[in-house]
Nanobody, 122 residues
């Protein structure tokens, strides 16, 4: 079992920045690939970024490339999502997930956190 807890969400103006954290406990964090997704009410969970357990491998949705950065600190069992130049349409609940192999598909993730709300005001 892996337990995930997101934090760092909040209210920010358009063009601003937030850094989300995903703290993991349970099984060895370093053996999991981590992903960030976002979801609006009534919509499917949308891929944002993923980072492999293999060093140096990261993946991004086209819509966030150049603005968002995913990273991980295995010593702290924590994954991060640095979000810059936020847009109002990116207001969503952001979730982190853990999976054996990095994927852009939400269904490939075994464990999920409870989500953290990000609100971008225009």
């Amino acid at each position: 079992q892996v337990q995930l807890v997101e934090s760092g969400g909040g209210l920010v103006q358009a063009g601003g920045s937030l850094r989300l954290s995903c703290a993991a406990s349970g099984r060895t964090f370093s053996s999991y690939s981590m992903g960030w997704f976002r979801q609006a009410p009534g919509k499917e969970r949308e891929f944002v970024a993923a980072i492999s357990w293999k060093p140096g491998l990261t993946y991004y949705a086209d819509s966030v490339k150049g603005r968002f950065t995913i990273s991980r600190d295995n010593a702290k069992s924590t994954a991060y999502l640095q979000m810059n130049s936020l847009k109002s349409e990116e207001t969503d609940v952001y979730y982190c997930g853990a999976t054996a192999r990095a994927s852009q598909l939400a269904g490939d993730y075994t464990y999920w956190g409870q989500g953290t709300q990000v609100t971008v005001s225009s």
